[in-house]
């Protein structure tokens, strides 16, 4: 069975801090992992994606099959960077699994 | 843009009506989806479907049903509302299998 963890409901940085939003995955085969955020009042919508391996709004998330992770890292967070960060994966089947969801608040 | 678009913003029902909720995509895209989403739930799988008349059961289709007449239209069922189906849905497509999700904003249902 495939399973995404997000350990953190909530997460709090100063602006300017490294973040990093941690995503554990749990899948017998070969997943394709992805991030999607949700900004306040916008729908949500693909951050990034691990086969495509490049830096959206400067967040960037490396598939580590070792440690079964795929953690989302941002070098300097911006105010603009606060909202839910959702974890996916999908496994050959057509659909989506997703984490339970990391809500991120930069503080001023 | 992809678009998807779902009919209402906010719904409010009372308990034991049908439902429909409508979500229409103009990218011919194969795969829908419907999505629950809970606060420390995440999204869940209620239905999808990956060609017209097709359907299958997600993580928790009990209490849904949906209809996909026509490939830009995917509609989900609430065949007797109750209050534990108050949430807010999420459709979405993708074009092939590993794509990535084009959302709708989203319907904050709410059976009272």
């Known amino acids: 069975a495939q399973r995404v963890t997000q350990p953190e409901k909530l997460l709090s940085v100063f602006k300017g801090a490294p973040v990093e939003l941690k995503c554990n995955y749990s899948?017998?085969?070969?997943?394709?992992l992805f991030w999607y955020v949700q900004y306040s009042r916008q729908r949500l919508q693909l951050l990034l994606r691990?086969?495509s391996r490049e830096s959206i709004k400067g967040f960037t998330a490396d598939l580590n099959k070792g440690e079964t992770s795929f953690h989302l890292k941002k070098p300097f967070a911006q105010e603009e960077d606060s909202a839910m960060y959702y974890c996916?994966?999908?496994?050959?089947?057509?659909?989506?699994?997703f984490g339970t969801g990391t809500r991120l608040t930069v503080i001023p | 843009d992809v678009k998807v678009t779902q009919s209402s913003r906010y719904l409010v029902k009372r308990t034991g009506e049908k439902v429909f909720l409508e979500c229409v995509q103009d990218?011919?895209?194969?795969?829908m989806f419907w999505y629950r989403q809970d606060p420390g739930l995440g999204l869940r799988l209620i239905y999808f479907?990956?060609?017209?008349?097709?359907?299958e059961k997600g993580d928790i289709p009990e209490g849904y049903s949906v209809s996909r007449e026509k490939k830009e239209r995917f509609s989900l069922i609430l065949e007797s509302a109750s209050t534990n189906q108050t949430s807010m849905y999420l459709c979405?497509?993708?074009?092939?299998?590993?794509?990535?999700?084009?959302f709708g904003s989203g319907t904050r249902l709410t059976v009272v």
């Open positions: 990218m011919d895209h194969e795969n």
């Open positions: 979405a497509s993708s074009l092939f299998t590993g794509d990535g999700y084009t």
């Open positions: 479907s990956y060609d017209v008349k097709m359907k």
């Open positions: 996916a994966l999908t496994g050959g089947a057509n659909n989506l699994f």
């Open positions: 691990h086969i």
């Open positions: 899948y017998s085969g070969s997943p394709e």
